[in-house]
Each structure stands twice: as structure tokens, then as C-alpha cells.
């Protein structure tokens, strides 16, 4: 079945940079779009980015709008979240999600996250 | 951006009862909300699709429905494996926002 696992994370001091990693695996990845989401310690989820299926359209979320950059590799199955000037509030689980598409568009699976903690 | 604002943030429960949980949509977003429930430790699973649309495999307990800019999941005949943390999202504009979340307590 659809599976998503994602790679990456760890301890970034404020201001570093870190790239995330998301491996398909189990359907057609290049037919897709892909997610980033993510949730801070007692927090909600905050979708962050969105990449079309070919990689030719991408979204970011307003707060980290010029830091962050998703990308993919549709020859490798792997989806990328690269992250630069991070902050202390942008610690938590980052997870990517597949978007069926479709009529509409919903969010399966998810992966089960990578953990990013900004701290100095 | 669209506010999703969901309602109770908890919830106490028994097994066999039914329970309700709403999100309001701060504009008009037609029928574009999906519900998923989360575990601890799991990816969240999507329930409930374009409103009312069943996703393939979730009980049939569980539905979905829209009346403007509220939107409802309803959970019947509460079974131990359903309690869990409950959230919406819309997916009528970017960037796809989500509620905050029901905690479905036993």
C-alpha cells in the first residue's frame, strides 16, 4: 500500500539550515502532488507546502515564505523540504502527505513525521 | 486565510454513544473539509472527504455533513477504537488550513 517515510530531522541551532526527505514508496509518486505539514508541541497542524505533480507549481505557506523550499525527485521517489534561517517556534513533527487530487483534494497517507527542534 | 474553528476542543464519551463535533469555515469554502482522526504515534487517517464522502475502509459510524459554513462529524455507537483526536481541514484555497483539534476522551 501508499507509504510515506520521511527523514531529516534533528537538533538546528537558530538561524542554521536543514533539508527534509520523504520516500515514497507503493503507488505512482510522479502522478501526485505533496504535502508538507507540520505541528509544534501542543499545537495544531500548519500546512506548509505544496508541490504539483511534475514539480512545475509550488506553494508555501505566508510564515516561512522565502526560507523554506520544497522540491522533488519524481526518478527517486523522494519528495524535499529544504529549510533555511529556522527559528526557535518552528520546532516540531514535519510530516508529508499525498494529495489525491481528484474532485477533492484530500491528504493520504501521511507519513509518521520527522522531528525538527530549533534550539540554540 | 480561511479559519477553520472547531468545537469542543475535548470531549468525554462512553462506549455505544454518539457524539458530534463541528467546524465552522470563516467564508464560504462550498463543500471542500475533510476530517481525519489522529493517534498517538500514528499518521492521521482521513475519515471523511469532501464533507460527506465516506473514505473506503472507515466505519460506517462515521459521517460528515455541511449546512453553509458549518460543517459536522458525527460518531455513532462509539467503539474503544475510536477514541482518538479528531481535526478538519479545508481544502478550498491555499493555504489549506485546519481546526485545532477534538480530543475524544473515553
Known amino acids: 500500500q501508499a507509504q510515506l517515510v520521511e527523514s531529516g530531522g534533528g537538533v538546528v541551532q537558530p538561524g542554521k539550515s536543514l533539508r527534509l526527505s520523504c520516500v515514497a514508496s507503493g503507488f505512482s509518486f510522479s502522478k501526485f502532488g505533496m504535502h508538507w505539514v507540520r505541528q509544534a508541541p501542543g499545537r495544531g497542524l500548519e500546512w506548509v507546502a505544496f508541490?504539483?505533480?511534475?514539480?512545475?507549481?509550488?506553494k508555501v505557506a505566508d510564515s516561512v515564505k522565502g526560507r523554506f523550499t520544497i522540491s522533488r525527485d519524481n526518478s527517486n521517489n523522494t519528495l524535499y523540504l529544504q529549510m533555511n534561517s529556522l527559528r526557535i517556534e518552528e520546532t516540531g513533527v514535519y510530516s508529508c502527505?499525498?494529495?489525491?487530487?481528484?474532485?477533492?483534494?484530500?491528504?493520504?497517507?501521511w507519513g509518521q513525521g520527522t522531528l525538527v527542534t530549533v534550539s540554540s | 486565510d480561511i479559519q477553520m474553528t472547531q468545537s469542543p476542543s475535548s470531549l468525554s464519551a462512553s462506549v455505544g454513544d454518539r457524539v458530534t463535533i463541528t467546524c465552522r469555515a470563516s467564508q464560504s469554502i462550498s463543500y471542500y473539509i475533510n476530517w481525519y482522526q489522529l493517534k498517538p504515534g500514528k499518521a492521521p487517517k482521513i475519515l471523511i472527504y469532501g464533507a460527506s464522502n465516506l473514505q473506503s475502509g472507515v466505519p460506517s459510524r462515521f459521517r460528515g455533513s455541511a449546512s453553509g459554513t458549518d460543517f459536522t462529524l458525527t460518531i455513532s455507537n462509539l467503539q474503544p477504537e475510536d477514541f482518538a483526536t479528531y481535526f478538519c481541514q479545508q481544502t478550498y484555497r491555499f493555504p489549506y488550513t485546519f481546526g485545532q483539534g477534538t480530543r475524544l476522551e473515553i
Open positions: 508541490i504539483s505533480y511534475d514539480g512545475s507549481n509550488n
Open positions: 502527505a499525498r494529495d489525491i487530487g481528484g474532485d477533492f483534494s484530500y491528504f493520504e497517507p
